[in-house]
């Protein structure tokens, strides 16, 4: 569902929610946070419902597991809420960014079915924290449990990660594409140290590496693992209330040729069609978990602009980005014809073959996805 229809959806499962804010406008303590906003449910409750115990393995003895598990994690602040159900996925209060300014439920909280641990991971940008906790089978289940905490991104710098300045090599490459040296350089791409034919295109969030993606000249690629996904050129759009959306580092660097600094790409391939069937929930989302992360950066955004490929996976890419961003704010390019074979496919062969003047007017007459929307009269 698109941003904002999610976030709707999780509200409408907890139908009375408070929160008890500070003057200043602060949310207090994460403690404090955990006991104001909740789902309603009367105090007569108990912690170990029914619907609990069918969900955990092991009957009694699984439900004493159960609740060892979310006292370990309640150490860490993660507030099960006691509706928490081993198998299913629960959105909770990130006990760390306590759900930014907008006090959203960012935390993806799993028990698997069999109580064996339990993981979870904020989804925010802005946080990233995320973890696991064990239950050690061997122990009790009264409680000897092991919980481990994971960064929210891996510690990259250009030091650590080998990176060195382009190659004359490189820059001629790039200088095919019609990609300026001080393009390059402003958008910190780089080559791995010995490798004198593999790019690095450095993914950063507030100026910090978060990310890297490696291209050898004859298009061989590789990414950094146990990254967070994010929007290549995030800093870019940080408040931009226009943003351009490509399928390539390179097309969006060809962008900023065209005077379009408000871009950023996919970090990964586009869909080989567009799925039929109804959008996972945000912590389900996988293919398109960049996304979601980046969804700060995106809600401040009125117009969106998909220059995906030309090609069907492009155009299919272009829908499910649609899909999840809203229609009603979204507009789609259509490529220039390059001969009677077909169209150009992307903003770099544009450029290449074009100039920069023709990728800024296919941009300039991108056209509505919505079918409601109309041009503003002059009138």
Not at 152 to 163: G, I, K, Q, Y
Not at 229 to 252: R, W
Request: charged residues 30%; neutral net charge; aromatic residues 8%.
């Amino acid at each position: 569902m698109p941003f904002g229809v999610a976030q709707a959806h999780h509200l409408n499962s907890c139908p009375r929610m408070f929160v008890k804010m500070k003057p200043d406008g602060s949310s207090g303590s994460c403690a404090a946070l955990r006991r104001s906003v909740r789902c309603s449910r009367t105090e007569s409750t108990p912690p170990v419902t029914e619907a609990r115990l069918q969900h955990s393995e092991g009957g009694v003895a699984g439900m004493a597991k159960l609740r060892g598990l979310e006292q370990k994690v309640e150490l860490l602040g993660i507030d099960c809420e006691d509706l928490s159900r081993p198998g299913f996925y629960s959105n909770l209060f990130c006990p760390k960014c306590r759900g930014g300014q907008k006090v959203e439920r960012s935390l993806s909280f799993h028990i698997v079915q069999s109580v064996e641990f339990a993981m979870w991971r904020c989804f925010r940008m802005e946080c990233g924290w995320a973890g696991q906790a064990f239950a050690d089978s061997g122990k009790s289940c009264d409680g000897d449990y092991a919980a481990i905490e994971v960064g929210s991104a891996v510690d990259m710098t250009e030091e650590s990660l080998r990176l060195e300045p382009l190659s004359d090599e490189i820059i001629g490459y790039f200088a095919e594409r019609k990609i300026l040296e001080e393009t390059l350089q402003r958008n910190g791409v780089k080559q791995v140290s010995g490798k004198q034919s593999e790019i690095c295109f450095t993914y950063k969030r507030k100026g910090q590496i978060v990310s890297c993606k490696y291209r050898t000249l004859d298009k061989k690629f590789r990414q950094e693992k146990g990254v967070i996904k994010a929007f290549y050129g995030l800093d870019d759009i940080s408040e931009a209330d226009e943003i351009i959306i490509v399928e390539g580092e390179i097309d969006k660097l060809s962008m900023e040729e065209a005077g379009f600094i408000n871009c950023v790409s996919v970090p990964s391939g586009a869909p080989c069609k567009v799925s039929d069937k109804q959008l996972p929930s945000p912590d389900k989302d996988k293919a398109f978990q960049y996304l979601w992360n980046c969804k700060d950066y995106l809600d401040k955004a009125s117009r969106i602009i998909l220059a995906t490929d030309g090609d069907a996976p492009g155009q299919a890419l272009a829908e499910e980005l649609a899909r999840r961003l809203g229609k009603q704010r979204c507009w789609k390019v259509n490529w220039p014809k390059k001969d009677d074979s077909g169209s150009f496919n992307d903003a770099n062969e544009v450029l290449k073959h074009l100039g920069p003047t023709a990728l800024r007017e296919v941009i300039e007459h991108a056209e509505a996805m919505s079918p409601t929307y109309s041009e503003p009269s002059n009138a």
